[in-house]
């Protein structure tokens, strides 16, 4: 009787596999955020929030670009996944300011909407 080992993955290998999982989800998230900023009730009504919004789109744009680099980076096993793991708590960090930054965004828009109703014409 012949035994079989079964390849259990290091513990390296393991945390690149969780890595690129958070990292996946983290781009569904940006990009449902970018859907979202693309809804109509997110159109801006002032230059001010056009600015706001076009710096949003950019920010997450630029996220979206990083956490793809990143991702494929560690599927094609480049460098070490140590040097990847502060990247990806900078990109987490900068999707939480963003994400923070476009639910203060679309507060604003929304009470802008209320304003623009209650100007008499």
Do not use: W
């Amino acid at each position: 009787m012949t035994t079989t080992k079964k390849h259990q993955p290091s513990v390296r290998e393991t945390d690149k596999n969780v890595l690129v999982l958070r990292l996946e989800l983290n781009q569904k998230d940006v990009k449902r955020l970018r859907s979202q900023l693309s809804s109509y009730r997110c159109e801006p009504t002032t230059y001010s929030l056009f600015e706001r919004i076009e710096s949003l789109r950019n920010g997450l744009d630029n996220l979206s670009k990083t956490n793809s680099e990143i991702i494929r980076s560690l599927k094609e096993k480049k460098k070490k996944v140590d040097y990847y793991v502060e990247r990806a708590k900078y990109q987490f960090s900068e999707f939480n300011n963003l994400h923070s930054s476009i639910e203060d965004y679309i507060q604003r828009a929304i009470e802008g909407e209320r304003y623009q109703d209650h100007i008499p014409t």
